[in-house]
């Protein structure tokens, strides 16, 4: 049977993979200290840089910047170490251990997670006003231990000030304590969840997880051939650097010359050319020419890389038909001017793309809990991440930990179960997409979880105390750019193609994510108490965006809807197009659109990278057309070179952006 996301990838034998050799490669003692020294260190460069510096966002991207930047410096020292003491240099699957666990827990720190957390906590005290009188409202539905002490945020918000005092630390030492355990059991089920299709994605369907490319590539050759050899990729990392290089210094001097590649340039805008309806219905529109996501976009697949670009231009001309159509004239009712409800459609499409396949594999799943409960079971699990028996129960206990939690906030029993079970589904979706299409960074759908909840039930559906609950859930449903589920199944597959011990993979990956979590809160906490949360030291949107949750229930509470059904039936058109594309994809092998594409269209992910990926795509189909399989292999180093260059010439400017103490161009995102 051809899996209707991935035509290549028959699903095997399903004892195929106990005929492996079992993998081996341990966690070693230095290769873990390394690793949870690591993670404070890029905690707090990561919330300066992004924060105070405002500079590239180290975190928010799918191969994380600052992970990358710090793998590389490893590896330019362990070329000297090998050269001086080969005993002291660290072997692949060390380097890998390292690098798993940075990935997995520094996103934490990030857009999303914690810089949307801990100023959601303070802003409702901070940005109360006699007008909008959060606190009146609000405080009479929160329970005191979710919030740090009011007296302690003056500092927070002022700075000029340390975190580490004893005032400051007592009066956060509660909603730390209480939101360090949700989020290592949100990571926790995310963790289960990708234990249990780790084999349906690696060993059935042969995912190509296109973000593991890079770190497996420049870590390779540990004892053969060094990387710094490599010509080929040193032509592509030479490009970037000269194109950002030029860019940063044109940002600090403005007359020094450069190219233009990023969406921000006017040059590149494309908006002004459609200005009259229906053609204005375009909307924004730009190019750009990022070499990291040329880069990867070498590594996708061809139809998953056409479907991204192809998809986000039909988007457009579905605003311009919805013109043309008067659904945007003056005067149009909400309704219509919402047409044609483009992040509606991709929540339905990331909904079927989760159950559609877990439909598809329904039969393995079934094995997976025979194997896990019973005495003769299908599936070896020895050499998994876990037991399944482990996963399974510790997925259903998570979950059940997490409604709990709901309930003892203020919410109705059902609404932490509706809330939960849709998050996971868009999380599971937003990682499969990631394992097929490792873009830059990603978007979950515009409409957001908790959006799709007040759709179907309306604001009226909800008493007080449940919105008040399910505002604490919107800093981590905002923005996906950081969610850690990708990481770790990520973390998975490099484990795989080096052979590291799964079992091992599995205690780093948690064992880093317990200090990732309290590393985070340590980095932020101390750069807003220095430097103020509400000054113009730091980067305002951070700040404003931990207002958004008490803005949105402030406009419930203001305006009570009921369901809004346009957007109920936009989500169901979305899941059935899903489900056309994919059975499509299992009937008809010329079949040149994959799901993938229409699911990410309706996110904010395209915009900025849609022409890039075009790039990326025909520069592929070119070489592959013309060079064959031999061709494509023969410039991966190139293509690695290109996001490589990229990667480090941001980290660096970022470095003397934060020395020197000015603001430097943001290489990435815009």
């Keep these: 049977m051809i899996s209707p996301l991935t035509k290549s990838g028959k699903k095997g034998d399903r004892l195929a993979a106990e005929s492996r050799s079992r993998q081996s490669a341990r966690l070693t003692f230095r290769a873990l200290i390394i690793g949870l020294l690591l993670i404070p260190v890029l905690c707090l460069w990561i919330e300066y840089t992004e924060i105070v510096a405002q500079a590239t966002d180290l975190a928010a991207m799918s191969l994380i910047i600052a992970v990358v930047f710090a793998l590389f410096m490893i590896l330019l020292v362990n070329e000297l170490l090998k050269k001086l003491s080969p005993r002291l240099a660290l072997t692949q699957a060390e380097l890998m251990f390292v690098y798993l666990m940075q990935t997995v827990s520094v996103g934490i720190s990030g857009i999303g997670m914690m810089q949307f957390l801990n100023t959601m906590l303070g802003n409702l005290f901070y940005y109360s006003t006699t007008e909008n009188q959060w606190k009146q409202k609000f405080l009479p539905y929160i329970r005191p231990w979710l919030m740090p002490n009011p007296n302690v945020l003056h500092d927070y918000y002022y700075g000029q000030s340390r975190f580490l005092t004893a005032p400051h630390l007592m009066g956060w030492a509660l909603p730390i304590a209480v939101w360090t355990v949700f989020i290592l059991v949100l990571l926790g089920v995310m963790l289960c969840i990708n234990v249990i299709v780790r084999r349906q994605w690696m060993d059935h369907e042969r995912l190509t997880f296109p973000i593991t490319i890079l770190p497996l590539e420049l870590t390779r050759n540990t004892t053969g051939t060094s990387w710094l050899n490599n010509r080929m990729m040193w032509i592509g990392f030479t490009i970037p650097v000269v194109l950002e290089s030029l860019a940063s210094l044109n940002y600090l001097y403005p007359s020094v010359p450069f190219v233009p590649i990023k969406p921000s340039d006017p040059r590149l805008d494309l908006s002004h050319l459609f200005t009259q309806p229906p053609w204005s219905g375009i909307g924004y529109f730009t190019l750009s020419f990022y070499p990291m996501v040329i880069g990867l976009t070498y590594f996708f697949s061809l139809d998953v890389s056409f479907s991204c670009w192809f998809f986000y231009l039909m988007t457009k001309a579905e605003n311009v038909i919805a013109t043309a159509w008067g659904y945007h004239a003056p005067g ?99 990682t499969r997409i990631r394992a097929e299409a490792g873009l830059a960074w990603g978007y979950g759908p515009d409409m957001t979880p908790h959006q799709l909840m007040i759709a179907g039930e309306g604001v009226r559906g909800f008493n007080t105390s449940t919105l008040v609950g399910l505002t604490f859930f919107q800093w981590f449903d905002l923005d996906f750019r950081c969610m850690a589920m990708p990481n770790q199944i990520e973390a998975m597959k490099i484990a795989e193609n080096v052979h590291l011990n799964n079992r091992h993979v599995a205690i780093a990956i948690i064992v880093a994510t317990l200090v990732g979590s309290l590393a985070s809160w340590w980095a932020v906490l101390t750069c807003y108490y220095q430097y103020g949360a509400a000054t113009a030291r730091v980067n305002s949107w951070r700040t404003s965006m931990g207002s958004v949750p008490w803005q949105t229930l402030q406009n419930w509470l203001n305006n009570p809807t009921r369901p809004d059904f346009p957007r109920l039936e936009a989500v169901f058109v979305g899941l059935v197009i899903i489900a056309i594309l994919m059975f499509c994809r299992t009937q008809f092998t010329w079949w040149p659109f994959h799901p993938i594409g229409y699911a990410l269209a309706g996110t904010s992910t395209m915009p900025w990278l849609w022409c890039a990926t075009f790039v990326g795509w025909l520069i592929k189909l070119l070489i592959i057309r013309y060079g064959g399989m031999s061709g494509y292999k023969k410039y991966i180093p190139f293509f690695v070179g290109l996001i490589l260059g990229d990667y480090i010439t941001g980290g660096v400017w970022a470095i003397y952006g934060s020395i020197m103490g000015v603001t430097t161009y943001r290489v990435f995102p815009i």
């Design 332 to 430: 149009a009712g909400l309704a219509a001017s919402r047409m044609p409800y483009l992040g509606e459609q991709s929540a339905g499409a990331f909904i079927g793309l989760a159950v559609f396949s877990l439909f598809h594999f329904r039969k393995y799943l079934a094995d997976v809990f025979r194997s896990a409960f019973r005495r003769n079971p299908p599936f070896n699990d020895e050499n998994e991440p876990m037991p399944y028996r482990w996963a399974i129960i510790g997925m259903v206990a998570g979950l059940t930990a997490l409604c709990t939690f709901g309930v003892l906030i203020g919410m109705t029993w059902y609404v932490p179960i509706v809330f939960f079970l849709i998050y996971f589904i868009f999380a599971m979706t937003f």
